[in-house]
Nanobody, 127 residues
Framework: QVQLVESAGGLVQAGGSLRLSCAAS????????MGWFRQAPGKEREFVAA????????DYADSVKGRFTISRDSAKGTVYLQMNSLKPEDTARYYC????????????????????WGQGTQVTVSS
């Protein structure tokens, strides 16, 4: 059974930092893109960041570019999201996702492209 398990989020003050991790089990995703999405109450799930099977191939939402960094350790089956300079508008439930397609050219940004999802973890940024 494939599982993606996010680390605990938390409450952080504006301007602070938080690092999320997502551990995959049940299969390897070393040939696959992985992504982070978030969903705030009353809003649709939105793309945050994605990383391809090649770890130097990444993509970010404009709203987090320059503040968030996605990385992966394929040997450990883990993807990370380092979040710096957090803002209250970053408050949301964050989800890890994995694409089942192998060796895609670019990491996808659409939620529909991802086949596996974690349960999500809450990140709250206070002003």
């Amino acid at each position: 059974q494939v599982q993606l398990v996010e680390s605990a989020g938390g409450l952080v003050q504006a301007g602070g930092s938080l690092r999320l991790s997502c551990a995959a089990s049940g299969r390897t995703f070393s040939r696959n893109a992985m992504g982070w999405f978030r969903q705030a109450p009353g809003k649709e799930r939105e793309f945050v960041a994605a990383i391809n099977w090649r770890p130097d191939n990444t993509d970010y939402a404009d709203s987090v570019k320059g503040r968030f960094t996605i990385s992966r350790d394929s040997a450990k089956g883990t993807v990370y999201l380092q979040m710096n300079s957090l803002k209250p508008e970053d408050t949301a439930r964050y989800y890890c996702a994995a694409d089942s397609s192998n060796y895609v050219h670019q990491p996808p940004v659409a939620p529909s492209a991802y086949d596996y999802w974690g349960q999500g973890t809450q990140v709250t940024v206070s002003s």
